[in-house]
């Protein structure tokens, strides 16, 4: 699995052993480049990078950016809570430059791809990749009471604090939050 935390600037790759005990960190690569701000992406342009709860769904040999890993962006949450068009085409990828995506250099992508690669091969159907704005714990959201985001981090918090605990992934996501 895939964990970023969008204030630590980086990306952390865990595993566990075909499918049993809890995931380990294996890796942690900085993130080459970011954009936005804290806050989910909600539409097509706004250079956002998505936070929540996604898995990779596409594999780019011959991504632009060197190598990359596909987001399923738009998730459910996203076409719920966002406009009409709220983008797509979210990546992991190579390179140092970013309107939305998460770049690790091309050196990282290589080592992350062949990590998924392998992951599939050996029969992991599903590749979850979560995404935070910051470690979604009471402390963190009370320095930002006023943010029109703080219903939608709250519905983050079962999934980050789940994973934090026993190192394993929610049997389902966080709830989706009506109103932000």
């Given at each position: 699995?895939?964990?970023?935390?969008?204030?630590?600037?980086?990306?952390?790759?865990?595993?566990?052993?075909?499918?049993?005990?809890?995931?380990?960190?294996?890796?942690?690569?900085?993130?080459?480049?970011?954009?936005?701000?804290?806050?989910?992406?909600?539409?097509?342009?706004?250079?956002?990078?998505?936070?929540?709860?996604?898995?990779?769904?596409?594999?780019?040999?011959?991504?632009?950016?060197?190598?990359?890993l596909?987001?399923?962006?738009?998730?459910?949450?996203?076409?719920?809570?966002?406009?009409?068009?709220?983008?797509?085409?979210?990546?992991?990828?190579?390179?140092?430059?970013?309107?939305?995506?998460?770049?690790?250099?091309?050196?990282?992508?290589?080592?992350?791809y062949?990590?998924?690669?392998?992951?599939?091969?050996?029969?992991?159907?599903?590749?979850?990749?979560?995404?935070?704005?910051?470690?979604?714990?009471?402390?963190?959201?009370?320095?930002?009471?006023?943010?029109p985001?703080?219903?939608?981090?709250?519905?983050?918090?079962?999934?980050?604090?789940?994973?934090?605990?026993?190192?394993?992934?929610?049997?389902?996501?966080?709830?989706?939050?009506?109103?932000?």
């Amino acid at each position: 699995m895939v964990r970023v935390i969008k204030t630590n600037r980086e990306l952390e790759v865990w595993a566990r052993n075909q499918n049993r005990g809890p995931f380990e960190l294996l890796q942690t690569y900085p993130l080459a480049a970011t954009s936005g701000k804290l806050g989910p992406k909600r539409r097509a342009g706004d250079r956002q990078v998505p936070e929540g709860f996604y898995e990779i769904d596409r594999f780019n040999p011959k991504s632009d950016y060197h190598l990359s890993l596909g987001l399923n962006y738009p998730n459910a949450a996203d076409r719920a809570l966002g406009e009409p068009q709220p983008g797509g085409d979210i990546f992991i990828h190579g390179g140092e430059v970013t309107i939305g995506c998460l770049p690790i250099t091309d050196a990282g992508i290589e080592e992350v791809y062949l990590l998924a690669v392998a992951a599939r091969a050996a029969g992991q159907a599903a590749i979850p990749v979560h995404i935070f704005p910051f470690p979604i714990t009471e402390k963190e959201l009370s320095k930002r009471p006023n943010s029109p985001h703080v219903a939608f981090w709250r519905g983050l918090m079962s999934g980050y604090a789940h994973f934090e605990k026993h190192h394993d992934v929610q049997a389902a996501p966080a709830r989706l939050v009506a109103s932000e």
